[in-house]
């Protein structure tokens, strides 16, 4: 009993686990890393701390020429329509709306400092820049949780390149990923079955049409 309660628990841990990305630019350039909780690995750049192991290559076994006759051909059991298609579309978008609405952005940072060789350019997209980001600032807050935000412009009229400067912060919870695609599998399953049955209700009346067929045929005859 013991035993099973740590099980739960454990799952339980792992299942609100967070899951996410941290990207940032700077002067230095990019650097992206993966977060799973509070552990970090870097991808870009990679982490070079570790030496990496040399792998010993192994020797590639002749593959055997398969011909045409021998390939199995494999195909659906249904014929997929244009509203077939869209269908499993729709199934798509909302599985990605459903990650949408549980994808949080812990830190958002923009800073910018417009720049450029003629002082009417650098104060023309300095206005454009903060008209750009007013615009979309209530669509983002509507749509994305933004518990930390810094964003922060200015004009410098002696400088001629532009300075850029940001990072985001984006997280999910790893059984807000595990609902989205049980959804996703659970309607996708039942469009499945449905084609199943009507293929098989399409059968059904194909084999129950031919006798008859033939009965009216040997009576002509």
């Known amino acids: ?7 739960i628990a454990l799952l339980l841990l792992l299942l609100c686990l967070s899951v996410g990305v941290d990207a940032a ?33 192994k020797e590639k076994k002749p593959k055997k020429e398969e011909t045409d006759e021998e390939k199995p051909k494999r195909e659906l059991p249904f014929k997929l329509t244009l ?9 798509v978008f909302r599985m990605l709306g459903r990650l949408g609405r549980g994808l949080s952005v812990d830190r958002l940072v ?17 206005g454009a820049l903060n ?26 009229l002696e400088a001629e390149k532009p300075i850029f400067e940001g990072q985001i912060v984006l997280t999910i919870q790893i059984w807000e990923i595990l609902y989205a695609v049980l959804y996703a599998g659970g309607a996708a399953g039942v469009w499945y079955l449905r084609k199943r049955r009507e293929k098989a209700a399409v059968r059904k009346r194909e084999t129950e049409t031919e006798p008859a067929e033939a009965v009216t045929e040997e009576k002509g005859s």
Do not use: N
């Open 1 to 7: 009993m013991i035993a099973l309660i740590i099980i």
């Open 25 to 57: 630019y700077d002067s230095e350039g990019l650097s992206v890393k993966l977060k799973i909780g509070p552990v970090k690995k870097a991808l870009i750049p990679a982490d070079t701390k570790k030496p990496k192991k040399e792998k010993k290559k």
């Open 83 to 91: 509203h077939d298609l869209k269908e499993l579309l729709s199934i």
């Open 110 to 126: 923009l800073h910018v400092l417009v720049a450029a060789e003629d002082p009417y350019d650098a104060v023309m997209r300095y």
């Open 131 to 156: 008209a750009g980001l007013s615009s979309l600032a209530g669509p983002a807050h509507s749509a994305l949780k933004i518990r930390s935000e810094d964003i922060q412009t200015c004009v410098d």
